[in-house]
Each structure stands twice: as structure tokens, then as C-alpha cells.
């Protein structure tokens, strides 16, 4: 995966103003776009198309205030048809005008090409399990929520404190496939799952694919496959999302798995009152890398 991993960033030095092939980076190293892109935004905290953006930006700042060569030209040479275009991709990522760069030779805010390196210290402990799962359904509330990466997501929680008590009793009671209980489910996140980026957050459970959904709650089709399991204990949600970050730069990296397209899953094992530690299990979809 570091192979496939330094091979996309190299590809984005070269690719200049053409587009970056994610997909072909990942089929030379045998592995999925979809995971490819998932591990590089957790392991470099941004999405590739963000990461292209700023590098791109970043070559141009030097062409903008080193050269003499007139705008348009600049813009052409990385990817723009226009110097308006140009100028305000400049701008979003450096907070000044060309015409200011040029005139005061910046500041930019340069982004430096990226390296990956494996370090793995097992400081993150990992209780992980493979399963095997037939095809089931999740049903329950879903709403579209931003994602965040650190600490309580007030949108999820604002979601949750919506449902009357008597409707958590009635998921919990409908609940009759593995995982148990009630469960917290993401889906439809972006391959880059950049940090406020939408997904879809459903309070549900697991039922089987011969289990009558009711009218009034919303279904995901979930189909046969293997799941890895990763078990955490302590404070809610800091260990949880420790450990989720951790299975990018520590699990993944180390197994011959990768993720493959699907819903995570989290089931809470039980907690104290308050929420504020808990004992969860992370459920991620995978298959053989």
C-alpha cells in the first residue's frame, strides 16, 4: 500500500495540468481506487483532489512571481482556461490575487510534496476479528450530516436526541441479524471522506434480508461479504476515533485486506451514563487485497 500510496504522489508531480489517473495507480499495485483514496485521506488529512489543488497551486505561486511569462500562459501551462479561473483557484488557496502575488512576490502558502513512510508502533491497541456476513439489510432514521473527524458530531447527536424513546425501543426490539443492538450507521461517504463532507447517518439496526421493513423507516441493502472487526474500550468517542485512524496507519498497511464499498458500522457494547466512555466495535467492510 506505501508502494501504491508514493506512486499517486509521484503521479501528481508528473501529471502537471492533466488529470491525475488514481485508478491506474492502483491497478498497477493491484488494490481498488476506492481504497487507495481512502487510505491516502486518512493518512495525509485531506482528500487527493484537495492535495492536487494545493501543489498545483503551489508550482504556479513560483511560475506567478519568478517568471516573466504573462498570465494567461501561467494559467494555460497548469490546467486553466482562463486567467479568471486562475485567478480565483489562486486566490482560494494562497488568499491573494495574481496581480498582487506577482506585484509583492507573495506570501503563499506553500504546500511541500508529500512522502509516506510506515513507522508502525503498536501504540494503538487492536482487538480485530474477521467475519463473514450473507447479505442483510440495515433499517432505521437517516439523515445527511457533515463529517468530523474529532469529537462529538453535534448533527448526529442533534439526529438522535430527535427520536422519541418509545422509537429507540422499537429499532432495538426489530433488531434480529448480526451486528446487534442499536447501531450507528455511515454510508454513501466520499471515497476522500474529506472533513466536512456529507454523508449518510442512520440510528438502526440489522435485520435479515427476509425480515418485513416497516413503511415508516428507511433501508440500506447491505450484501454478502467479509467484515473486519475492530473492538475499543474507553473515553467516548476519543478511542473510537483513534482507533478508526489508526486502522489506516497501523492495520491496514501491516494485512493483506482492503476496504471495499459499503457502510461503517458502529455497535455500542455498552456504556457508562453519561456516554462519556463506552465499548464499541467498529464493523468495516473488506475484502482481499
Known amino acids: 500500500m506505501l508502494a501504491a500510496l508514493n506512486d499517486l504522489l509521484d503521479a501528481v508531480e508528473e501529471a502537471a495540468a492533466e488529470q491525475v489517473d488514481v485508478a491506474a495507480v492502483a491497478a498497477k499495485h493491484g488494490t481498488t481506487e476506492h481504497h487507495l483514496r481512502r487510505m491516502f485521506s486518512s493518512l495525509a488529512g485531506m482528500p487527493v483532489s484537495e492535495y492536487v489543488r494545493r501543489r498545483r497551486m503551489s508550482l504556479a505561486a513560483a511560475d506567478v512571481a519568478g517568471s516573466s511569462d504573462d498570465l494567461l500562459t501561467i494559467a494555460v501551462r497548469h490546467g486553466y482556461g482562463s486567467t479568471e479561473a486562475f485567478g480565483r483557484a489562486f486566490r482560494a488557496v494562497h488568499g491573494v ?77 426489530l433488531g434480529n ?11 454513501e461517504l466520499e471515497p476522500e471522506g474529506s472533513q466536512g463532507s456529507e454523508l449518510t447517518y442512520m440510528h438502526g439496526v440489522a435485520i435479515t434480508n427476509d425480515t418485513s421493513t416497516p413503511d415508516d423507516l428507511e433501508s440500506i441493502t447491505v450484501p454478502a461479504g467479509s467484515w473486519v472487526v475492530f473492538t475499543t474500550e474507553g473515553p467516548h468517542p476519543q478511542v473510537l476515533q483513534e482507533t478508526w485512524a489508526a486502522t489506516a496507519a497501523e492495520w491496514f498497511p501491516s494485512n493483506p485486506w482492503r476496504l471495499r464499498p ?28
Open 97 to 173: 490575487g495574481l496581480t498582487d502575488a506577482r506585484r509583492h512576490g507573495g506570501p503563499f502558502r506553500s504546500q511541500q510534496q508529500l512522502r509516506f513512510r510506515l513507522t508502525v508502533e503498536g501504540n494503538t491497541a487492536m482487538h480485530v476479528r474477521i467475519t463473514d456476513r450473507p447479505a442483510f439489510r440495515l433499517v432505521g432514521h437517516a439523515t445527511r450530516v457533515p463529517l468530523v473527524y474529532e469529537g462529538v458530531n453535534p448533527h448526529i447527536q442533534a439526529h438522535i436526541a430527535a427520536i422519541p424513546m418509545a422509537e429507540h425501543l422499537r429499532l432495538k426490539s
Open 262 to 289: 459499503g457502510p461503517s458500522i458502529v455497535a455500542v457494547l455498552e456504556h457508562n451514563e453519561d456516554f462519556s466512555t463506552a465499548t464499541c466495535e467498529l464493523w468495516q467492510p473488506v475484502e482481499r487485497a
Open 177 to 187: 441479524a448480526s451486528p446487534e443492538g442499536l447501531l450507528q450507521i455511515s454510508d
